[in-house]
């Protein structure tokens, strides 16, 4: 009888642990050992955070040891167990470890590998690419695509997260977290005896602070003191929660009729010529909005405009505002708005277009452009990588509660009943029109961040730290992701050759952007460096971009002038001179107003036992070459966030939303 020693780790969330029956079973070259329960005399064995060590025998030396079988039988009631890791050391002192992080439920049996990664090449046992091809069968059946609205990405086909499998759902911790934390918004936030309050207008900007002062917020009274001042306007483009739509004009727009003499007095005194020649002139187009059908909120219509921005970039690198139209056609009725217009008429124009930012930012840039996304790598990674696969191994924490997160977004948040719809202007059938205009002018190339950059003409903008602090991330990211992926990929015939890359793109192409066949993403890949690109541009979105247009959520539009979940009156039409109880029936009533300050709180907030990038409780590779790169990478976001805390030390108000530690790995929020 040959005996080896078996430690096994139970997680560490709540209700991991289980009182049903595990066995074990090590699988070897030669056989099988026996089929051992793992239950010590009068110990309470597979406890939540237990690490519990057992022997197995078997009647003869299995040799290399393939598989450990686990099988979970139910005793008097269910109760689900949580496998973190097994590690086996034989007769001869090897030590084998093998990596789990799965749920077993009801009379589960699951099959586990030791650690190194390995491609579809490397396994040249039938047993083993059997092995690998039933494990996708079955995810394959468990993750399967949905259409949820036309022209948009496919998303899990999940009703709601009941309806998920326990390995992509939240742990108990995170879901009591999520549940309560709009509660404690509308309750503990003394915010409630406002939302009832629907149609009735605050009297004055002042008066918005009654809501203000219950959670106090340093951005927030920066916001609040300086929101009015033409310079900050122009600063949130760059460093607030939507620092995605600013390009620098090269050309005025054909249906922007922005004359020099309406510019020159902002432009000290230069042509308008001139300083597009000089890289001074931004400007941001909301076209996106242009014809996007608003909503109507308790039988009360609201508004949407699609205005355009022009910006200078002055001497002292601040960025200004010059011109401002609020339709993107432009006459008589859509004149166009000067900082030398009467003061109340300017800050309305002002706040339309940062109302128009608001629509923009929540559904083009966050919920497109990272939680649809990230959900959409997430199905094709569980569908078409198994387990042992270096490429499942990288990016599975990167997929961490996406799907749980956007199914009860797309029933809590976005659907009949939600948030977005009870409050926001675009809500409703305006959503999907902006969500659909969103992915036809996406592409590939916007989702790489150097690319976008470039493509945007964003070089010479100064104080623009999204893109300091992003560029860094990227650039460390991409040096990650070769550093991991390099050590299983040696030449590019060897990328052309893995069956299971080429399976999981071309999942991705023709079902998960079956809508968006123009998207410009590669068919197959060819070469590493075009498998490195795109590895780094699926973490960079699920981590570093969705930390950059999550974060800052409650910081920007808690003071609700700032940016406007909507707006109750029509887009301005002339010049003449408003007063300020026009502008305030303009603004969110009470109703609406709190319930953008309790939901951006909700979403924006920092989040108890958070994941942050490079930090990886659970540990997929085994590979001391992998464990090298890794620590690498944490150490090169350490710098990172020195450099980034000095740079900050210096200003009036820093940028934190990319720094390393303010970074989950993954969009579960």
Same mark, same amino acid.
């Given at each position: 009888m040959v005996t080896y020693s078996v430690t096994v780790a139970t997680g560490t969330t709540s209700y991991s642990g289980t009182n049903n029956y595990i066995y074990i079973t090590l699988i070897g070259e030669k056989g099988e050992s026996e089929k051992t329960k793992l239950d010590k005399w009068l110990q309470n064995d597979l406890e939540r955070g237990s690490v519990d060590e057992y022997e197995v025998k078997s009647p003869r030396d299995l040799g290399s040891i393939r598989w450990l079988r686990l099988e979970k039988v139910r005793f008097l009631v269910e109760d689900d167990w949580f496998c973190r890791y097994a590690m086996?050391?034989?007769?001869?002192?090897?030590?084998?470890?093998?990596?789990?992080?799965?749920?077993?439920?009801?009379?589960?049996?699951?099959?586990?590998?030791?650690?190194?990664?390995?491609?579809?090449?490397?396994?040249?046992?039938?047993?083993?690419?059997?092995?690998?091809?039933?494990?996708?069968?079955?995810?394959?059946?468990?993750?399967?695509?949905? #259409?949820?609205?036309?022209?948009?990405?496919?998303?899990?086909? $999940?009703?709601?997260?009941?309806?998920?499998?326990?390995?992509?759902? &939240?742990?108990?911790?995170?879901?009591?977290?999520?549940?309560? +934390?709009?509660?404690? +918004?509308?309750?503990?936030?003394?915010?409630?005896?406002?939302?009832?309050? &629907?149609?009735?207008?605050?009297?004055?900007?002042?008066?918005?602070?009654?809501?203000?002062?219950?959670v106090k917020n340093n951005i927030g009274n920066y916001v609040m003191k300086h929101w009015k001042e033409d310079w900050f306007f122009g600063y949130q483009f760059k460093n607030g929660c939507n620092p995605c739509i600013i390009e620098k004009c090269s050309k005025i727009p054909e249906n922007f009729p922005v004359t020099n003499d309406m510019v020159c007095k902002s432009l000290g005194g230069s042509t308008l010529e001139e300083q597009i020649q000089k890289g001074n002139i931004y400007?941001?187009? &909301?076209?996106?909005? =242009?014809?996007?059908?608003?909503?109507?909120?308790?039988?009360?219509?609201?508004y949407v405009a699609a205005p355009?921005?022009?910006?200078?970039?002055?001497?002292?690198?601040?960025?200004?505002?010059?011109?401002?139209?609020?339709?993107?056609?432009?006459?008589?009725?859509?004149?166009? &708005?000067?900082?030398?217009?009467?003061?109340?008429?300017?800050?309305?124009?002002?706040?339309?277009?940062?109302?128009?930012?608001?629509q923009v930012h929540q559904v083009v840039y966050h919920l497109c452009g990272t939680h649809l996304l990230a959900e959409v790598f997430c199905i094709c990674t569980l569908r078409q990588l198994p387990s042992v696969h270096p490429i499942?191994? #990288?990016?599975?924490?990167?997929?961490?509660?996406?799907?749980?997160?956007?199914?009860?977004?797309?029933?809590?948040?976005?659907?009949?009943?939600?948030?977005?719809?009870?409050?926001? +202007?675009? @809500?409703?059938?305006?959503? =999907?029109?902006?969500?659909q205009k969103a992915f036809e002018m996406f592409s590939y190339s916007a989702l790489c961040l150097p690319d976008n950059l470039k493509q945007r003409g964003l070089e010479g903008l100064k104080d623009y730290y999204y893109q300091e602090d992003g560029l860094q991330l990227w650039f460390a990211i991409n040096k990650?992701?070769?550093?991991?992926?390099?050590?299983?990929?040696?030449?590019?015939?060897?990328?052309?050759?893995?069956?299971?890359?080429?399976?999981?793109?071309?999942?991705?192409?023709?079902? @998960?952007?079956?809508?968006?066949?123009?998207?410009?993403?590669?068919e197959a890949f060819h070469t590493r460096e075009e498998l490195y690109k795109f590895l780094t541009m699926v973490i960079f979105t699920c981590s570093a971009q969705h930390a950059a247009l999550n974060n800052g959520q409650y910081d920007w539009c808690c003071w609700i002038p700032n940016s406007p979940c909507t707006m109750r009156q029509p887009p301005l039409t002339s010049k003449d001179d408003i007063s300020v109880e026009q502008l305030m029936e303009t603004l969110p009533d009470m109703s609406q107003s709190s319930v953008q300050m309790a939901f951006t709180w909700h979403l924006g907030r920092k989040l108890p036992n958070k994941i942050l990038l490079g930090c990886f409780d659970e540990e997929y590779f085994t590979e001391e070459g992998a464990k090298k790169?890794? $620590?690498?990478?944490?150490?090169?976001?350490?710098?990172?966030?020195?450099?980034?805390?000095?740079?900050?030390?210096? #200003?009036?108000?820093?940028?934190e939303y990319l720094k390393p530690s303010n970074i989950e790995n993954s969009v579960s929020i």
């Open positions: 086996v050391r034989t007769p001869s002192g090897e030590t084998l470890h093998f990596p789990c992080y799965r749920w077993l439920s009801e009379d589960d049996v699951i099959h586990m590998r030791e650690g190194p990664a390995k491609r579809p090449t490397d396994d040249k046992s039938p047993a083993f690419l059997t092995h690998r091809m039933k494990e996708l069968d079955e995810r394959q059946k468990l993750y399967r695509w949905k #259409l949820w609205k036309p022209g948009v990405t496919k998303c899990i086909d $999940a009703e709601s997260e009941d309806n998920l499998h326990p390995d992509v759902k &939240f742990d108990e911790y995170r879901r009591s977290d999520f549940e309560h +934390a709009l509660h404690v +918004a509308l309750g503990e936030l003394f915010l409630k005896k406002f939302v009832n309050l &629907f149609g009735s207008s605050w009297d004055s900007l002042k008066s918005f602070q009654r809501i203000f002062w219950r400007i941001v187009d &909301f076209k996106v909005l =242009d014809g996007v059908p608003a909503n109507v909120i308790k039988g009360v219509q609201q355009i921005c022009l910006l200078y970039q002055d001497p002292k690198n601040r960025l200004l505002p010059i011109a401002i139209q609020l339709h993107q056609i432009p006459g008589a009725e859509n004149p166009i &708005f000067l900082p030398s217009d009467p003061e109340n008429v300017w800050l309305l124009a002002k706040i339309w277009v940062r109302s128009s930012d608001f499942f191994k #990288l990016l599975t924490p990167h997929t961490r509660y996406t799907l749980e997160i956007n199914t009860r977004a797309r029933n809590d948040l976005l659907g009949k009943n939600g948030v977005i719809i009870r409050v926001v +202007a675009s @809500g409703g059938r305006g959503m =999907d029109v902006i969500a990650y992701v070769k550093g991991i992926a390099g050590l299983y990929y040696k030449t590019d015939q060897e990328v052309c050759e893995d069956s299971e890359l080429q399976a999981w793109i071309q999942d991705l192409l023709q079902e @998960g952007f079956q809508e968006l066949p123009g998207f410009g993403m590669p790169v890794i $620590a690498e990478f944490r150490e090169e976001l350490k710098d990172i966030e020195k450099r980034i805390e000095k740079r900050n030390e210096g #200003l009036p108000l820093g940028y």
